[in-house]
């Protein structure tokens, strides 16, 4: 009889002193998201006076209105990528008019800096290629923005061209970090591969 309760005595020892620890919780995670390896493929279409390489998981679409009117010029290309659930909104401009080409620099930065109110941070990464003629900025906007990466490029005397990265769900990087990560991989790589025609 000592000896059973001499067991249960070291057993209720045991567990009070296993129910002592303070308790940790566990973070908070994602889903693990699988990508596909980067690959590209030359996108030319009739309307656009410029090539660049996409992504061959991707698919593009013109689009030929913007508020229910016809674009200024027709190369308007939406990147799809329907596995990030994403698209890259590319904009051509003719700028050989010298007033037409400060405005669509000033528009570009104004589109920018209209997120610094949900933006944590906003960095401004200068683009020289001048074997191709390809100059500019690619943005990075910090934080809950609704797009969290754009840039412009031009040749300074008549192409412009524009894109942004939008995610069609609610902004929340840390969400759509990895997704953004990898697609501006892509969007360097159509920045990188632009040519003027």
Known sequence: MNHRVSVI???????????????????????HIDVPDHSYRVYKNDVC???????????????????????????????????????????????SNRKNFEKVISDSYKLTYKHSQKADFIDEEPIEIPEHHVFGYQFDVGGDAATSSQFFITDSTK?????????????????????LEFLKVDMKHIIETTRWE
């Open 159 to 179: 192409h412009y061209l524009r894109g942004a990265i939008y995610f069609k769900s609610a902004p929340n990087i840390d969400s759509v970090l990895p997704a």
């Open 9 to 31: 005595g070291i057993i209720l020892i045991f567990i009070a002193i296993s129910c002592k620890e303070d308790y940790i919780p566990k973070p908070s995670g994602y889903f």
């Open 49 to 95: 006076p410029c090539t660049f390489e996409i992504p061959t998981y991707a698919q593009v679409e013109r689009e030929e209105h913007f508020f229910d009117e016809k674009p200024e010029h027709p190369c308007w290309l939406n990147i799809n990528f329907p596995y990030f659930n994403a698209t890259i909104f590319i904009s051509y401009r003719d700028v």
